[in-house]
């Protein structure tokens, strides 16, 4: 049965990522577009706290598809946790007589959506915007694209630097508990190695590797480190390395938060939009408590306990056998 929507609003919340204000402007506009009465919420689940929530015409969208982080803002909300924290937020929904509700996050925004959608009997669909691409559910998420093709940009300039110097760098990258960032940006920058949180690498197979290199005259190496691997960030790991190892001049760059900002790439545009509009009609279906993501070249639904259960990234045994390979 379709249910009598007339409002809805939008939010982003936990971690920002390119291509969040692509996918709110296809939001607002596709709910515009139908009928409906659209609002932002500033600042994720704290701004349905604060009830910051602002009404948004297709104006208001207007010029923001190019531009990075999020003109709704996001935040972590402790007091979202709460079931207080999320009566006071429903109460404030119905101040404006909001019937459903779009989030834009990760999956503690999602863990946060399902919780409310159950415990308030309010429609919610779920987009995935994270860097990280960790999402169960959609091959890619939204903010990945334009993260790793900064991520890259930033390893290129490495290398012409750790070239001219015969210098051995270890660069840490974002992903969390995903190393997907770290894999493919180690194919797409010709890295010597890549520790991965999803794979153990005892250092001294990484040394063993880089011992390689230097013996078939490698001028410079490059480890990418994810954030999450378990011996450690790229400081503990490059001083143990040089312990055992010190035929380069070994330095360590961290590129930190700047992985999250930037224009986004015309992946994460299209991507971001075609998954606003997707989330808009499914509410206009009678969806709710899904996840819209990108399978293949469709746009799929994955109900928020699957995709908050099932196993999100798996390691890609292939790819990681491919860039040993290719590194020699
Ligand atoms: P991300 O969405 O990027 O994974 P967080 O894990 O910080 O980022 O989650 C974003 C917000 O979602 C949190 O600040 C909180 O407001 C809400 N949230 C997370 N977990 C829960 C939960 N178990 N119950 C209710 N809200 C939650």
């Known amino acids: 049965m379709k249910p009598n929507i007339k409002n809805i609003a939008v939010l982003t919340s936990g971690g920002d990522a390119p291509g969040m204000n692509a996918c709110i402007r296809a939001v607002v506009r596709t709910g515009i577009y139908n009928g409906i009465n659209m609002f932002g919420v500033l600042q994720g689940y704290q701004g ?18 190019h531009l990075g982080g ?3 803002k996001t935040a972590r909300c402790l007091e979202f ?20 509700l779009v989030v834009i996050g990760g999956d503690g925004t999602f863990t946060g959506a399902r919780r409310f959608a159950q415990r308030h009997h309010i429609n919610v669909i779920a987009i995935p915007g994270t860097i990280d691409n960790d999402l169960y559910g959609s091959d890619f998420t939204l903010g990945y694209d334009t993260a790793i093709n900064t991520v890259i940009e930033a390893i ?10 015969d210098r051995l760098f270890f660069v840490e990258v974002m992903g969390r508990d995903s190393g997907c960032i770290a894999l493919r940006s180690a194919i797409a920058c010709g890295a010597e ?15 063993k590797q ?11 190496s490059i480890v990418i480190v994810s954030e999450g691997h378990k011996q450690g960030g790229a400081y503990d790991i490059a001083k143990h390395v040089k312990e055992k190892f010190n035929h380069y001049d070994t330095k360590v760059t961290i590129l ?6 930037g224009s986004p790439s015309s992946f994460d545009r299209i991507l971001g939009s075609r998954l606003g509009y997707a989330a808009v009609n499914e509410l206009l279906k009678g969806s709710t408590q899904q996840m819209v993501g990108l399978r293949g070249n469709d746009i799929r639904l994955t109900s928020l306990d ?3 259960t099932e196993h999100s990234f798996k390691l890609e045994s292939d790819l990681l056998e491919m860039t040993k390979v290719l590194s020699i």
Request: charged share 25%; aromatic share 2%; hydrophobic share 40%.
């Open 256 to 261: 930190g938060h700047l992985q999250r900002g």
């Open 156 to 165: 290129d300039k490495i290398r012409d630097t750790a070239d001219s110097h």
């Open 306 to 308: 699957e995709a908050l």
């Open 81 to 100: 946790k709460t079931d207080e924290g999320m009566d006071l937020a429903y109460e404030h929904l119905k101040l404006h007589q909001i019937d459903a």
């Open 48 to 65: 349905l706290i604060t009830n910051n929530i602002i009404p948004m015409d297709a104006r208001s969208v207007s010029n923001i598809i």
């Open 193 to 207: 190695a890549v520790l991965l949180p999803e794979k153990a690498t005892s250092l001294d197979e990484l040394i």
């Open 70 to 72: 999020t003109v709704l």
């Open 210 to 220: 880089l011992e390689v290199g230097a013996a078939t005259k490698k001028s410079s």
